[in-house]
């Protein structure tokens, strides 16, 4: 081998290794890159997390109107006998001399009877009666002492107004009225009776004046059934 060809020999052999040195910085830098993310735009975790909240966000105000529908709905269900008040019924009021002014008499009981129950199968009353699920009732137009006014219901076969439980008074005292109910004592020293001899239990019907003169009962439905005279003239309350 002649020395030109030695020498360009040692050229060739030697340009690999100077190729293969120049491109080791080339290689640590694209894996330098490789590891940093790209500087714009959000990773897909940021975007799937800023979606979750996004949503319970939304679940949360929809839980929100469910509960405060739900509330509305308990509410109106709980003041729904109040639309009795709506229906053209007057107070019944007692003689001038208790400081009740007459207005004017039932004009619509029967309607305003089956308001007492929206949807229930209560019994069908005649008019002028009107009712609350199993009895019938009748407010008077005429005024009477309270033996006239027993003796006026027990013609029309019925009594003077006799409460049997709880459920019975929250219905009837919706009704703006006031007359001669079927409470009587004999003395003011005997227990108070209903008319079928039964004793009154205060625990159901409160009287307002416990120190009232009389021997008699007025129910009223603004401020519950205080004593009065028997002998006073006041309307009155049928039950059948």
């Keep these: 081998m002649s ?3 030695e020498s360009y020999t040692e050229v060739t052999s030697d340009n690999p290794g100077k190729k ?3 491109r080791k910085p080339e ?20 975007i799937w997390r800023l979606i979750s909240l996004m949503l319970g966000i939304l679940c949360l105000s929809l839980l ?15 003041i729904s006998p109040e639309r009795v008040r709506t229906v053209n019924i007057s107070v019944i009021t007692a003689a ?17 009877g ?37 003796e006026a219901c027990t013609s029309k076969n019925a009594s003077l107004l006799q409460i049997d439980n709880r459920n019975e008074l929250d219905s009837i005292k919706i009704l703006p009225m006031m007359g001669w109910m079927g409470i ?10 209903w008319l079928n ?18 021997n008699c009962v007025v129910f009223r439905s603004r401020d519950g059934p205080f004593i009065e005279r028997c002998s006073v003239e006041i309307t009155y309350i049928c039950k059948s």
């Design 3 to 5: 020395r030109g060809q």
């Design 20 to 22: 293969h040195h120049r």
């Design 27 to 46: 290689n640590v830098k694209s894996k330098s890159e490789s590891h940093n993310p790209p500087s714009a735009g959000q990773s897909p975790s940021s």
């Design 64 to 78: 929100a109107a469910v509960a405060g529908l739900a509330t509305l709905r308990a509410e109106r269900d709980r």
């Design 96 to 112: 001038p001399s208790l400081g009740y002014e007459d207005t004017s008499r039932a004009t619509a009981p029967q309607e305003a």
């Design 114 to 150: 089956r308001l007492f129950f929206p949807g229930c199968h209560c019994r069908m009353c005649p008019e002028p009666w009107f009712g609350n699920g199993k009895s019938c009732y009748q407010i008077s137009s005429e005024k009477l002492t309270w033996e006239k006014s027993r």
């Design 184 to 193: 009587f004592r004999e003395s003011p020293v005997k227990p108070w009776r």
């Design 197 to 214: 001899g039964s004793e009154l239990s205060l625990g159901l019907i409160a009287l307002s004046n416990t120190q009232g003169e009389g």
